[in-house]
């Protein structure tokens, strides 16, 4: 990769997860029944880059995702997924496959390098993109990450390495769980599965949010 040299990655080693999908549940019922597939994002903003998007062993997190998205849906009608009228979960059994873990420390070193090339890439007059839209000390807008994450992708796919199947973080978020606390209250892990009809095994529907 341009002269960048990194450990090889085993696949599955993080083996196989839960995840969960908030979404409408018109959309959830499809999918269930074999007649669609789950969104792939593709914001430039999505802070695991592109990928359909899961909530790791979180069905209540992936709700509350559900929930806010149908109250924003509500003022401003999305043009990148299906609006939520009626906030559902799906839950889904994911093989990891070659997974960018972005708790991996070889991981980081990967990401840190590709940043440089990216930048280098860049024409003197092209704005680099940002991470913005601060809450709590986090940035909501990742731009900057997405982009990045991205073209990782982009250039292991032009130098013919194996390409990621699923990216992998952990995200601290919002304010502490009491004073004090080492805790936040919305800190969570989130998957990005790049290729949905070849890495996740099945749907299930989780039957304590059946309501």
């Known amino acids: 990769m341009n002269g960048l040299f ?12 839960v995840g969960y999908h908030g979404c409408d549940r018109k959309v959830a019922e499809l999918i269930l029944h074999g ?25 209540l997190r992936a709700f509350k995702w559900a929930q806010d998205a149908k109250r924003r849906d509500e003022r401003s009608p999305p043009t990148h997924r299906p609006a939520i009228k009626t906030p559902y979960v799906l839950g889904a059994f994911i093989n990891t496959g070659l997974c960018l873990n972005l708790l991996d420390f070889e991981v980081i070193q990967e990401i840190r390098a590709m940043h440089d090339l990216y930048r280098s890439k860049m024409s003197p ?15 909501i807008m990742r731009r900057l990450d997405c982009s990045v994450i991205n073209y990782l992708h982009f250039e292991r796919a032009r130098d013919r390495l194996p390409s990621y199947d699923t990216a992998l973080g952990m995200f601290i978020e919002g304010p502490p769980v009491y004073e004090g606390a080492g805790f936040n209250s ?6 990005a599965v790049l290729n949905p009809a070849a890495s996740i095994i099945g749907y299930f529907r989780p039957r304590y949010l059946d309501v």
Do not use: C
Not at 6 to 17: Q, S, V
Not at 35 to 43: A, F, I, P, R
Not at 130 to 137: A, D, G, H, R
């Open 35 to 59: 007649k669609s597939e789950v969104h792939v994002s593709e914001n430039d903003y999505d802070w695991l880059g592109k990928g359909a998007y899961f909530w790791v062993d979180s069905p």
């Open 186 to 191: 919305e800190t969570h892990v989130q998957i």
């Open 6 to 17: 990194f450990m090889p990655r085993f696949a599955n080693t993080l083996g196989r997860i």
């Open 125 to 139: 007059n092209e704005k680099t993109p940002e991470n913005t839209l601060i809450k709590n000390n986090v940035a």
